[in-house]
């Protein structure tokens, strides 16, 4: 379009107009910065000015819900308005998810999660939800050096192997649920050592509890969760499943190291929106967010449980996830997982 076909008369001033308008005028622009001044009237309110609830996919207690209460916190006393942890756990987080996808787009109702939320749809099966096209990517959290696998019966990966061997398919792991990155660790151990093992779901904390107690020979869990089990001497870490130890448990070889040397697995939590939320509103909660991850507690949370902190800004995390729903779907379909 040129300049001339949208040209129009300058606006009208308070000195322009007639004698007998100018009070008028006056009124008038009085009325509108009156109007434009009290809440609700003239202008929207700005964000946030209530409450905003996080949904957590897993029990309290577990790493999930213990980073995103450490979140919570600082982005409420950031933000001006408390920021209400809520815990949906069921279908490895595909309810949560369900939730987040149908609440309005408005920052209000949000979602911190894990690679878990790519997985279930990398799997067979229909969901209520697409896990890229309806959300919004706001905050990558932080990312692991793997996981680590823990036990009470064996003290080496070794002997554990020898074991499956010696007894196939008798030997238990616990897991989060079908297609938790738990599970997947699991089958991709069974595959990588040609052993037979049987997964054992579950949907509570007492997964770590029942590793404690026997009940279950196994799991690979994150070390938000494993550190503490490890220090404390109630587990014992076997072997983790990143490319490095992570710096929590220097002494707890990768599985690289042990002889399986394409083994890589690394989790990664962070939040999302409905989607279609503004612009506007994810850069504020992404600020916020970074702000949290910068804070003293926040980072000896990250650091003792061997996780690092995220960079990625929402378009980056767009593009992460896109990128691991490709890679989840092929793994899921070489490991035979899928929706039971």
Known sequence: MSDTSSRRPPPATLRDAPPLHRRTVLAGALGAAFAAALPGQGRAAAFPDRPMRLVCPF?????????????????GEELGQPMVVENRPGANGVLASTVVAKAPADGYTLLFTTGSHVANAAMAGTLQYRPVDDFTAVFLAAQSNGLARISTKFSTVAEMVAAAQAAPGKLTYATSGVGNVTHVAGAMFEKAAGIDLTDVPYNSPTLSTDVMGGQVDMTFISTVTAVPLVKTGKVKALATTGTKRPPSLPDVPTLQELGYKD?????????????????????TLYRALNKAGETKDVRDLLAESSLYPSTLDPKAFDAFLRKDLAYQTQLMRDLGIKVQ
């Not at 029990?59 to 982005?75: H, I, M, N």
């Not at 083994?263 to 850069?283: H, Q, R």
């Open 263 to 283: 083994f890589d697995i690394n989790g990664y939590f962070g939040m999302l929106a409905p989607a279609g939320l503004s612009p506007e509103v994810t850069t």
């Open 59 to 75: 029990p309290p207690g577990v790493a999930t819900d213990v980073l995103a209460r450490a979140y919570a916190r600082y982005v």
